[in-house]
Each structure stands twice: as structure tokens, then as C-alpha cells.
């Protein structure tokens, strides 16, 4: 009876030559890492194409604004200040404020459905700045806060809106809108990552915006409030964006207002763009 070793019955194991492995692989230098900067306006371009693929996202930067900018100088012009055209000249910052800052939530929304479809643990295994996702995210979203910026000031000047600051004082105007609301949408972006689910990120920011918007001095001002009101509009952060905005479209700027605005946006990034990440990291 004869025995065969493990050697002798295994299978003889085929190496290929190094030649053929060469033949299969790409002959040039793997790329570099991208940069914290490119991989982020990269996110960036992603969003914009997805309002590319679905055009109705812009109707909340479109159709809204222009909708509350007629309906709230139409209805009560006339009433607070005796015409139209004087009411819109007071109205007109106040309203592009609001839209505005509204639009902030659908960053926390955005957020978290890329997380319940899972696409944000795809992100988390490329070879990336990590941060890279949710900052992209952010600044697709200033082009919609640029977008609705721009179509509240046309529709003003078809309106008879004119800006005592001119071309200048619009667009430096605008331009601090912008910069407060990027570091304002680090608040829903947290919330969206925190939260279950997009209804509950439109909840609790619903809950929270319509208060600061309409309890300001946005539509009407506050020397006309009850005394209990105007205090809570004084200590309001809408209030004060607005007052900054209007000074500076006015070509008044009021340099303690905007000292303020600065001030509380360096103070939201410094606070909730850590606490964002931390949130990210541990999801």
C-alpha cells in the first residue's frame, strides 16, 4: 500500500511573471490625495448638479420670494405706510433677509437624506479630506442663497425699489446675507445629522425660523410693538441682520450693526462647525 504526501496530490500554484503583472497595471504614478480646498468645491459642483437633474429644488428661491415680496407690499403698503413704493423701500431688505435665511434648512435636509440613503459612508471610505462632503454641501447651497438674493432685487426694482447705496450698497448687502447665512446653516446641518428624519430637520427648523423672522423688525418697526415684544426683537439676531443689510443698501452703513453680524458669524462657525464635525465623525 502506497502513501502520497500533502505535496505530492496539491495542485501546482500558478505564479504569473512580472512581466504580466505589468501589462495589467496603469504604467503611471498613482494621482495625489486631493486637497482639502478641491475636494470640497468638488461636493460643491455635486450639489449644483443636483439642481441641475431636479429644477424644482429652485422653487423655494424663486417662486417664494417673489410670491411674499407682492403679496406683502400689496397688502399692507398702503396700511403701514401710506403707498406702496414707500412701504417696499423699507420692506424690500427685510424680505430678501427672510427667504433667505429660510433657505438654510435644506442643507440639514440635503444632509440628512444623503445619510439615510447611505451615501455619506460611501464618502467616508474615499481617500479624502473627511470634512469634505458636508463643507461642499454648504457651498452649493450659497448659490441658492445668491439665486434668491438676486431675483427679490430684481423683482424690487421692477416694483420701483431703489437702492440709496446703488449697485455698491446692493451688492455688499447681499454679500453679508450670504456670508451669515453659510455660517447659519451649520445649525440644520448639525440638526441633520443628529435627527432621524428630513420631516424632523423641517420641524424643529420651521419651529425655530418663524419666530426670528416674523417676530423682527422685518415687515413693521418695533417702536409700534408692545413693550414685552420689542424686547424680544432688540436681542433677535434677525433683527440685527436685517438693520445691516438695510444700512447698507440704504448707503448708511451702520457699523455697530455690522460689527455685530461679523461678530456672530465668526461665533457660529467657531461653535457649531466643530460641534458639525464631531457629530459627523461619530455618525
Same mark, same amino acid.
Given at each position: 500500500m502506497?502513501?502520497?504526501?500533502a505535496?505530492e496530490?496539491?495542485?501546482p500554484?500558478?505564479?504569473?511573471a512580472?512581466e504580466t503583472?505589468?501589462?495589467?497595471l496603469?504604467?503611471?504614478e498613482r494621482?495625489a490625495?486631493p486637497s482639502a480646498?478641491s475636494a470640497s468645491?468638488?461636493f460643491?459642483?455635486?450639489a449644483?448638479l443636483?439642481?441641475k437633474?431636479?429644477?424644482?429644488q429652485?422653487f423655494d428661491?424663486t417662486a417664494?420670494?417673489i410670491?411674499m415680496?407682492l403679496?406683502f407690499?400689496?397688502?399692507?403698503g398702503?396700511?403701514?405706510?401710506?403707498?406702496?413704493?414707500?412701504y417696499?423701500?423699507?420692506?424690500?431688505?427685510g424680505?430678501?433677509?427672510q427667504s433667505?435665511?429660510m433657505?438654510?434648512m435644506y442643507?440639514?435636509?440635503?444632509?440628512?437624506?444623503d445619510?439615510?440613503?447611505?451615501?455619506?459612508?460611501?464618502?467616508k471610505?474615499l481617500?479624502?479630506?473627511?470634512?469634505?462632503?458636508?463643507?461642499?454641501?454648504l457651498?452649493?447651497? +450659497?448659490l441658492?442663497y445668491?439665486l434668491?438674493? $438676486? @431675483?427679490?432685487?430684481v423683482?424690487? /426694482?421692477?416694483? &420701483?425699489?431703489?437702492p440709496g *447705496?446703488g449697485v455698491?450698497?446692493a451688492a455688499?448687502?447681499?454679500?453679508l446675507?450670504v456670508v451669515f447665512?453659510?455660517a447659519?446653516?451649520?445649525?440644520w446641518?448639525?440638526?441633520?445629522l443628529?435627527?432621524r428624519?428630513?420631516?424632523?430637520?423641517?420641524g424643529?427648523?420651521m419651529?425655530?425660523?418663524?419666530?426670528?423672522?416674523?417676530?423682527?423688525n422685518?415687515f413693521?418697526?418695533?417702536?409700534t410693538m408692545?413693550?414685552?415684544?420689542?424686547?424680544? +426683537?432688540?436681542?433677535?439676531?434677525?433683527t440685527r $441682520? @436685517?438693520?445691516a443689510?438695510?444700512? /447698507?443698501?440704504s &448707503?448708511?452703513?451702520?457699523m *455697530?450693526?455690522?460689527?455685530w453680524?461679523?461678530?456672530a458669524t465668526?461665533?457660529?462657525l467657531?461653535?457649531f462647525?466643530?460641534?458639525t464635525?464631531?457629530?459627523y465623525?461619530?455618525k
Amino acid at each position: 500500500m502506497t502513501t502520497t504526501t500533502a505535496t505530492e496530490t496539491a495542485e501546482p500554484v500558478y505564479v504569473p511573471a512580472a512581466e504580466t503583472i505589468g501589462a495589467v497595471l496603469d504604467p503611471r504614478e498613482r494621482p495625489a490625495r486631493p486637497s482639502a480646498l478641491s475636494a470640497s468645491l468638488t461636493f460643491g459642483w455635486r450639489a449644483v448638479l443636483k439642481i441641475k437633474h431636479v429644477p424644482e429644488q429652485l422653487f423655494d428661491v424663486t417662486a417664494f420670494p417673489i410670491m411674499m415680496t407682492l403679496m406683502f407690499t400689496y397688502l399692507f403698503g398702503g396700511a403701514l405706510a401710506g403707498s406702496t413704493g414707500e412701504y417696499l423701500q423699507f420692506l424690500l431688505p427685510g424680505i430678501m433677509v427672510q427667504s433667505v435665511v429660510m433657505t438654510t434648512m435644506y442643507s440639514g435636509l440635503a444632509v440628512n437624506i444623503d445619510i439615510a440613503k447611505g451615501v455619506f459612508d460611501r464618502f467616508k471610505s474615499l481617500p479624502i479630506w473627511r470634512p469634505a462632503a458636508l463643507v461642499g454641501n454648504l457651498l452649493g447651497d +450659497v448659490l441658492r442663497y445668491v439665486l434668491a438674493s $438676486l @431675483v427679490i432685487t430684481v423683482v424690487g /426694482l421692477i416694483l &420701483g425699489f431703489r437702492p440709496g *447705496g446703488g449697485v455698491v450698497g446692493a451688492a455688499a448687502g447681499i454679500g453679508l446675507l450670504v456670508v451669515f447665512s453659510f455660517a447659519f446653516s451649520w445649525i440644520w446641518t448639525m440638526c441633520g445629522l443628529y435627527l432621524r428624519s428630513e420631516k424632523s430637520v423641517m420641524g424643529v427648523s420651521m419651529l425655530v425660523l418663524f419666530p426670528l423672522t416674523f417676530l423682527s423688525n422685518i415687515f413693521v418697526d418695533p417702536s409700534t410693538m408692545p413693550g414685552w415684544l420689542q424686547a424680544f +426683537v432688540e436681542v433677535n439676531p434677525i433683527t440685527r $441682520l @436685517v438693520a445691516a443689510v438695510r444700512s /447698507l443698501m440704504s &448707503g448708511n452703513p451702520d457699523m *455697530g450693526e455690522l460689527t455685530w453680524v461679523f461678530v456672530a458669524t465668526a461665533a457660529l462657525l467657531a461653535v457649531f462647525g466643530p460641534l458639525t464635525m464631531r457629530a459627523y465623525n461619530r455618525k
